[in-house]
């Protein structure tokens, strides 16, 4: 059977050269990036390596880069680390962070475990596209603000927040600013001195990278409190055993990112283009996020009576790989947070598909979805008593 | 020039058999074990094979596998997440960790961490072999013991604690038993139910396994708060995408350590004893750890009158990767916490060389060793004037 992959968003396979420059570092320069000998300084020097390649594709500096297991152990210690850290220098209660509704659960989550800690959190809300109003973040700043964790590109609806604007109004009141770029990264030029950026979470693995390994941006002279004590590696913020084969390929994969971003964004985004006019054409179909201000390889999409998991299980038994929410909370029941936050009735945001693609799509992929979509949805909804009203 | 490895304890080079199995799961059955098709349930079902390979090791049931990112994760999982959760079920002030004074940085570290939070913890003093006595053991808990954290075979010395005994007393007191098990896993037979340890954390690297993944053993009913906020992945307890690779790679590394354990643990046996029994004749040279109770890779020695960062350096020139402490400490000045809990002065501590073999050692690793070695020893003490006293 005919396989489509178009679930870019959820995890990216590894790209050729990635995995070429990994695998000499498994059984050949296998050393302990903390070992004196040369064992160890082969490691070591490779991790180097790779805090340049990433540092690049960021416009940071080398050493702001500190290695970590992936986004959501990036986004864990970007924000308790920061709230630790900070609480103890405030010398008033009610310590507050900002974020928005439309977080990444690793963002989201770790927030309201905070607040279970005695942090407030504001959750800002967002208009009918995913966008945050400055104003309310502007609004919502106090003198007990620690730190703002926006979201750089939605993982589900991939609208693109307002980076800029944030990061100034995050300079102008002197709070930290934190932003989960893990969508983001590879697909849209990031300057993290130019956004005014002080963390930034990133992953491997959905930049053509191996899974299990990410990094963390801390602008210069940012401080966080550790979250994995140990033998203190990474300047003492993220005790591990470097995973050197994974450092590795994190940093190929930001070089390859760097290098190709330009050609990478414009392929996605002829392909996303005629795939949401496409199925546009569909009965009822609408797009769930900004039309403009989303990522190039996000196409998300609802149709009315269908039940986004029944149409992904049909996509699956047609080869195509879709998503109804992020991959993460696939298999939860609930309503996406996301789509009920821009609006969205229950209904509606069960009603969804997510399609994202990658580096290594075809026009063919998408000519096979554009072709088998519509089939499946008129399907199910002759199935559906909500469509046959 | 000739290189010979015998730092295993640091880090083991990657089995060419796991390699081959983790291949795939970069390009091929790339997909996110969340999502629900056919790319993720490959990434899914690798994921269970994997926890059974993992549990058969340790005489557990797959269900009672969680994945990490390594030995520090799980270890600060088990001891935070015992500690944080149980602390809410008591209703008494002065919850009571007990360890010992000679476990890796990642239990010490996180202990201390601990003790600024509230705990009380207990570091339980060790013999100049670095045993525990059970008897300060028992005497140390009390009716507000959460936790006892004792490693299985320690990371520098080698020496291998009196597992059962303190199982028994874990058991009789119904206190929380966890193991860090590192170094042990692949070396020494492993029934955690015989044992009575409740959880029990490993690393993949240590075992001809990748780097960047571990994983904790959790008995069944025994209950943790995560640490790591997110998608809620791995029942809630650890969120984070799937490392495939890691985790396939992981689980043939068990597998192998299983299938291998005996004809392995005999040749490292049978080398270390070679070893140790030729260093030995080096004049005022004494071995650390305990004569017998040690895993069989490890040799330590100390050597009178000798810096071992200036003995580790000499035999990285001659191509010997050695250690002074653990790979973790390795860059830090500090005489071993381990060799002084043994009793040893810091210039003894500071005198003293960890070699540790592994499944690719062999006899001439071991011949050049002994040649070389007590070369450069006589060399180092004709320019100390500790030594021409």
């Given at each position: 059977?005919?396989?489509?992959?178009?679930?870019?968003?959820?995890?990216?396979?590894?790209?050729?050269?990635?995995?070429?420059?990994m695998?000499?570092?498994?059984?050949?320069?296998?050393?302990?990036?903390?070992?004196?000998?040369?064992?160890?300084?082969?490691?070591?020097?490779?991790?180097?390596?790779?805090?340049?390649?990433?540092?690049?594709?960021?416009?940071?500096?080398?050493?702001?880069?500190?290695?970590?297991?992936?986004?959501?152990?990036?986004?864990?210690?970007?924000?308790?680390?920061?709230?630790?850290?900070?609480?103890?220098?405030?010398?008033?209660?009610?310590?507050?962070?900002i974020?928005?509704?439309?977080?990444?659960?690793?963002?989201?989550?770790?927030?309201?475990?905070?607040?279970?800690?005695?942090?407030?959190?504001?959750?800002?809300?967002?208009?009918?596209?995913?966008?945050?109003?400055?104003?309310?973040?502007?609004?919502?700043?106090?003198?007990n603000?620690?730190?703002?964790?926006?979201?750089?590109?939605?993982?589900e609806i991939?609208?693109?927040?307002?980076?800029?604007?944030?990061?100034?109004?995050?300079?102008?009141?002197?709070?930290?600013?934190?932003?989960?770029?893990?969508?983001?990264?590879?697909?849209?030029?990031?300057?993290?001195?130019?956004?005014n950026?002080?963390?930034?979470?990133?992953?491997?693995?959905?930049?053509?990278?191996?899974?299990?390994v990410?990094a963390?941006?801390?602008?210069?002279?940012?401080?966080?409190?550790?979250?994995?004590?140990?033998?203190?590696?990474?300047?003492?913020?993220?005790s591990?055993?470097?995973?050197?084969?994974?450092?590795?390929?994190?940093?190929?994969?930001?070089?390859?990112?760097?290098?190709?971003?330009?050609?990478?964004a414009?392929?996605?985004?002829n392909?996303?283009?005629?795939?949401?006019?496409?199925?546009?054409?569909?009965?009822?179909?609408?797009?769930?996020?900004?039309?403009?201000?989303r990522?190039v390889?996000?196409?998300?999409?609802?149709?009315?009576?269908i039940?986004g998991?029944?149409?992904?299980?049909?996509?699956?038994d047609?080869g195509?790989?879709?998503?109804?929410?992020?991959a993460?909370?696939?298999?939860?029941?609930?309503?996406?947070?996301?789509?009920?936050?821009?609006?969205l009735k229950?209904?509606?945001?069960?009603?969804?598909?997510?399609?994202?693609l990658?580096?290594?799509?075809?026009?063919?992929?998408?000519?096979?979805?554009?072709?088998?979509?519509?089939?499946?949805?008129?399907?199910?909804?002759?199935?559906?008593?909500?469509?046959?009203?």
């Amino acid at each position: 059977m005919k396989k489509v992959y178009m679930d870019y968003a959820a995890t990216t396979p590894v790209d050729k050269e990635v995995i070429d420059e990994m695998i000499p570092y498994f059984d050949k320069y296998y050393g302990n990036a903390s070992s004196i000998h040369s064992f160890g300084r082969d490691a070591f020097d490779a991790g180097e390596k790779s805090r340049e390649q990433i540092s690049g594709l960021l416009s940071a500096n080398a050493d702001e880069i500190i290695f970590t297991s992936g986004g959501t152990e990036s986004d864990n210690l970007a924000i308790k680390g920061a709230a630790y850290l900070n609480k103890k220098k405030r010398d008033s209660k009610g310590y507050h962070i900002i974020t928005s509704e439309i977080e990444h659960p690793a963002v989201l989550e770790t927030c309201k475990y905070l607040e279970k800690q005695g942090f407030n959190v504001k959750y800002l809300p967002v208009d009918k596209y995913g966008l945050i109003k400055t104003k309310d973040l502007e609004d919502a700043i106090s003198k007990n603000t620690l730190l703002i964790t926006i979201i750089f590109a939605n993982n589900e609806i991939g609208t693109i927040e307002p980076m800029e604007e944030i990061g100034k109004i995050a300079k102008k009141h002197d709070v930290i600013f934190h932003t989960d770029a893990v969508q983001a990264v590879g697909k849209v030029p990031i300057d993290v001195k130019k956004l005014n950026i002080d963390l930034l979470s990133l992953s491997s693995h959905k930049i053509y990278g191996p899974k299990g390994v990410g990094a963390l941006y801390i602008r210069k002279g940012v401080k966080l409190q550790t979250i994995a004590h140990g033998g203190g590696h990474e300047k003492g913020l993220r005790s591990s055993t470097h995973n050197t084969p994974g450092i590795v390929g994190l940093g190929k994969a930001c070089e390859l990112g760097m290098n190709r971003l330009k050609k990478d964004a414009a392929h996605m985004k002829n392909l996303r283009d005629v795939l949401i006019k496409e199925i546009l054409k569909v009965e009822e179909s609408y797009l769930n996020g900004h039309p403009e201000k989303r990522l190039v390889n996000n196409a998300h999409f609802r149709f009315t009576a269908i039940e986004g998991e029944s149409l992904n299980l049909m996509l699956d038994d047609k080869g195509i790989a879709g998503a109804t929410g992020s991959a993460c909370s696939s298999k939860k029941l609930q309503a996406s947070h996301v789509l009920l936050a821009i609006g969205l009735k229950p209904e509606e945001a069960h009603g969804s598909l997510r399609l994202s693609l990658g580096r290594m799509s075809t026009k063919e992929d998408v000519s096979y979805v554009t072709e088998v979509l519509p089939e499946v949805v008129n399907n199910l909804r002759k199935m559906s008593p909500l469509w046959n009203r």
